[in-house]
């Protein structure tokens, strides 16, 4: 039999030389006159071993990585193809500790299979949470969500239940399915991971989206930084349609559903759901005053399903097991999954998805290894550029919404970054403030202003003017930025700025003042 | 792919294509970007007559995102993520070392027209931090002799 080579075509692994590597081992078969048939997968999301080459054999596949283009005729001369042994064997990939301890629900798939082919999909499980919503009412659609508890994973963690139940119940002409692919938040990366490596699962998942709330249009709203992604979700979509999984009769439903990537232009703020419908409709990016929800009046006025690609992916699985089985994962009110994406000053970065409750402690030095660079770790942030940074010694917080919450802190979309002992948190929170600054709407004033101000502030503040005065005009400003930006970009870019500023005083030199900081 | 020529018929022919479609504008200047690499001031009239909108309007919208350049950038664009996760792995020491090299700040072109060098913010590359993209592709866990290895390159290719 001709054997399989699997080479990530996942960004991240392009980015590392995957292209070059998966051009050498095609070059290199054809030299000896070898077959083996070339599968570019998705990413397992183990980023330190990228590019990872994995090699169907009889025991299962085996993984070899950090494979470069030079360690390419070594590989073949070791008979790689036969999962022979060679100084870059990694063994069989599904025993890998870093993928083995993992619960993978939403990632099942991913890495696993060719994301462009559709028989591969329907191989591994794809389609079965479809059929059955397509026997089901869309008001028992709504109930399996609704017993899963799946929430919003963007950030907000909205139950997805509740958005699909009003937008069912807004009587329309026409109704919208939007998936947010705005995954803007440094430091995170799975909705890039699912989209590369497993498309299809997004294509159900907008489906069932649709079939619950009877859309017959879907967008996915992606980034242009994302443009590996715009290919392989563009393949997707022409293949769904080819089979009858998109268009006229979805699935035999006798249901239209159409969908449609649109590229957005490098505007952060767009990952707010409003702001992205106003750059759908193709506007500048203004966050939209609610009420109303846009479930009731959302794109073009009409009933829209808005939501992230992780909560839009989980759908099919939760519709094809059951909301029970789903829910069986997680503590208290965090049930499923949660993909953690680990980046930063980690040794081993990538994506590990499991049920929630893990602490940050074992995120950053069990799973991560600790810092890239051997130092000591000195800040976390958490939930992207809006998210809380903790200090090393208060990483013992499980990682789930009510923990992190209870913490000062938020889950966001899941990305967790790593310091170093080399950073200055006193620059961060200037570059949180600045951050704001570049990407806000402008159409409320603590935001707009606020940000502006509140990097001056920092920087009187590090400079050591007024130190006492600032600091009181910072918090001022801080509590009017949480209370009444319209956002959460204004509303919770206080959050990593207050709590460097709470952990770290000393970097804005303020040690004698620590005490009264807290 | 990136040629500065003003292109009348082009422009129109891009907005006659798209302007039916449902949120046209961003639509047309997304592809305007796409083949020309930046969006000319003179396309603004053409697209507010094309889709009945205000100029106001249509400028509005150009200014607003980030990737709609209203420049010609360079032969060669460079685009380093400045955001957390590259922060956290020396991204600041790689824009430094890019800024003295090739005596520009960021938004800017090199004198030879070589170059233009972006921020970034966010490539979703984080977990090969830190990352850049060159002409569109993407490269992680970039040193400083990768970016010198890059610039080379880039200085062979300058036609």
């Not at chain 1, 001709?2 to 081992?25: C, F, H, K, M, N």
């Not at chain 1, 559709?118 to 969500?145: F, K, P």
């Not at chain 1, 449609?260 to 767009?270: K, L, M, N, T």
Request: net charge neutral.
């Amino acid at each position: 039999m001709t054997p399989a080579v699997y080479v990530p075509r996942d960004s991240g692994a392009l980015s590392l030389g995957a292209e070059d590597v998966a051009r050498a081992i095609t070059q290199e078969a054809a030299r000896r006159k070898l077959d083996l048939r070339m599968v570019r997968n998705g990413s397992r999301g183990l980023y330190w071993l990228e590019p990872m080459v994995e090699v169907a054999t009889a025991a299962g596949r085996v993984a070899y990585g950090p494979v470069h283009v030079g360690a390419v005729t070594a590989l073949f001369d070791a008979g790689f193809l036969d999962g022979r042994p060679h100084e870059l064997r990694l063994g069989l990939t599904e025993e890998i500790g870093w993928l083995k301890k993992q619960e993978r629900l939403t990632f099942a798939r991913v890495g696993v299979i060719d994301p462009v082919s559709i028989d591969d999909y329907l191989a591994h499980g794809g389609y079965q949470g479809l059929a059955r919503a397509a026997a089901l009412s869309g008001e028992q659609i709504v109930n399996e969500v609704m017993e899963s508890g799946l929430r919003g994973r963007g950030g907000a963690g909205f139950p997805c239940a509740i958005k699909l139940r009003t937008a069912l119940q807004s009587a329309a002409d026409c109704k919208y399915v939007v998936c947010n692919a705005d995954e803007g938040d440094s430091g995170t990366f799975a909705d890039r991971m699912i989209m590369e490596g497993d498309p299809f699962v997004l294509l159900e998942g907008m489906a069932i989206a649709a079939l619950c709330v009877g859309a017959t249009q879907g967008y996915i709203y992606l980034r242009s930084e994302y443009p590996h992604s715009a290919l392989t979700l563009n393949e997707a979509i022409a293949a769904a349609h080819a089979r009858g999984y998109l268009g006229d009769n979805v699935m035999g439903t006798g249901k239209r559903l159409e969908l449609e990537v649109r590229v957005g232009a490098g505007s952060y703020i767009c990952g707010e759901e409003t702001a992205m419908l106003e750059s759908l409709e193709g506007k500048r990016g203004m966050v939209r005053y609610k009420p109303p929800v846009p479930a009731v009046a959302g794109l073009f006025g009409k009933p829209t399903v808005v939501n992230n690609v992780l909560t839009l992916a989980s759908l099919p699985i939760i519709l094809a097991r059951g909301g029970a089985f789903y829910k069986n994962f997680g503590v208290g009110r965090s049930r499923g999954t949660q993909p953690i994406q680990l980046a930063g000053n980690v040794k081993r970065p990538g994506l590990f998805e499991m049920a929630f409750g893990i602490t940050l402690r074992e995120i950053v030095y069990e799973l991560g290894g600790g810092t890239a660079s051997g130092r000591p770790v000195r800040a976390v942030q958490v939930g992207g550029p809006l998210g809380a940074y903790f200090p090393a010694h208060k990483l013992d917080v499980a990682f789930d919404y009510e923990e992190l919450a209870a913490h000062d802190g938020l889950l966001g979309h899941g990305g967790v970054v790593v310091f170093d002992d080399t950073v200055n948190m006193a620059e961060m929170a200037r570059y949180a403030m600045e951050f704001c600054a570049r990407e806000s709407c402008g159409k409320c004033t603590p935001c707009r202003i606020g940000s502006t101000r509140g990097v001056e502030v920092i920087e009187r503040i590090a400079a050591g003017h007024n130190r006492s005065a600032n600091l009181t005009l910072l918090r001022d400003l801080c509590d009017t930025m949480t209370n009444a930006s319209l956002c959460a970009l204004g509303g919770l870019t206080p959050l990593p700025v207050l709590s460097a500023l709470k952990h770290f005083p000393g970097d804005f030199g303020l040690e004698d003042d620590a005490s009264k900081l807290h | 792919m990136t040629t500065n020529g003003w292109d009348k018929s082009a422009i129109a022919a891009i907005a006659g294509e798209l302007k039916d479609r449902p949120g046209a504008l961003m639509l047309i200047l997304r592809r305007i970007q796409d083949e020309l690499g930046w969006i000319p001031e003179q396309s603004v009239a053409l697209i507010a007559d094309a889709l009945n909108l205000s100029r106001a309007e249509v400028h509005g919208v150009v200014t607003f995102y980030h990737d709609f350049r209203r420049h010609p950038p360079g032969r060669h664009v460079m685009r380093l993520c400045r955001a957390e996760s590259c922060q956290a792995m020396g991204a600041g020491a790689l824009a430094r070392h890019l800024k003295e090299r090739l005596k520009i700040d960021f938004g800017q072109t090199t004198a030879d027209g070589n170059l233009t060098l972006e921020a970034v913010y966010c490539l979703g590359n984080c977990a090969c931090s830190p990352a850049i993209t060159v002409d569109g592709d993407i490269h992680g866990r970039v040193t400083p002799a990768l970016l010198d290895a890059l610039l080379a390159s880039l200085q062979e290719h300058r036609q």
